[in-house]
């Protein structure tokens, strides 16, 4: 498992590395960029998101959305002898560790919707590198992505995604699993339809960047 976590970071790098020459950082030129929207809608990864930041507990897979000025929601898939189960929270304080309990909602996941979700979060995951321009805001909402299974853990997050790029397609499939949740778990196809869809949008992304197409 390690070898090929390693051979698909290394993948990962190398398929970056083709994208344009590289060149030293230069501050002055990376903080003219930082402010233009060119510089936030280039950005096609998440970044980092250490410890401090957040931290999920152990989900095999979680989510959570941090508004600047409003309460925070998001999810959690656990697995167990009885299948997975996704736990969807809101009123929480993720950067303290501190979870809500007074609006949570617990409901069974077939395996393939987990499975699902997790080739998505994980492969997204795998891609996470810090970005040249800085991408945040005090308006607006952090996004955070979480993995601990088949021997991984690892957190990113990105800032108020709205190039259609792949941020933006990872809240907009985390937002399908938060209906899911709300809804009791009412209609599975309509999920797996939509998870299917940014997989392969995801993946194709990948594919196409890492031939110099993207």
């Known amino acids: 498992m390690f070898g090929r976590v390693a051979l698909l970071l290394a993948f990962s790098a190398s398929a970056a590395a083709q994208l344009s020459p590289w060149t030293p950082y230069d501050v002055t030129l990376e903080r003219q960029r930082e402010v233009t929207a060119g510089a936030h809608g280039s950005v096609d990864h998440l970044v980092p998101a250490d410890r401090g930041q957040i931290d999920l507990g152990d989900c095999a897979v979680a989510y959570a959305a941090e508004p600047s000025f409003a309460p925070s929601e998001g999810w959690c898939l656990t ?3 009885d299948g997975y189960h996704l736990k969807f929270w809101k009123d929480a304080a993720p950067q303290q560790n501190k979870h809500s309990e007074a609006t949570k909602t617990v409901v069974l996941v077939d395996k393939q919707l987990a499975d699902l979700v997790q080739e998505i979060w994980i492969n997204a995951l795998l891609d996470t590198h810090y970005p040249r321009a800085y991408a945040g805001g005090l308006d607006g909402t ?26 933006a397609w990872l809240v ?43």
């Open 79 to 81: 697995g167990g002898k």
């Open 142 to 167: 952090t996004y955070y992505f979480q993995v601990r299974s088949q021997d991984l853990d690892l957190r990113g997050q990105t800032w108020s995604p709205s190039a259609d790029r792949p941020p």
């Open 172 to 214: 907009s499939a985390a937002s399908e699993v938060m209906g899911y949740a709300r809804s009791q778990g009412s209609d599975p196809e309509k999920l797996r339809t939509a998870l299917a869809k940014c997989k392969e949008r995801l993946f194709s992304y990948y594919r196409k960047r890492s031939s110099g197409g993207a």
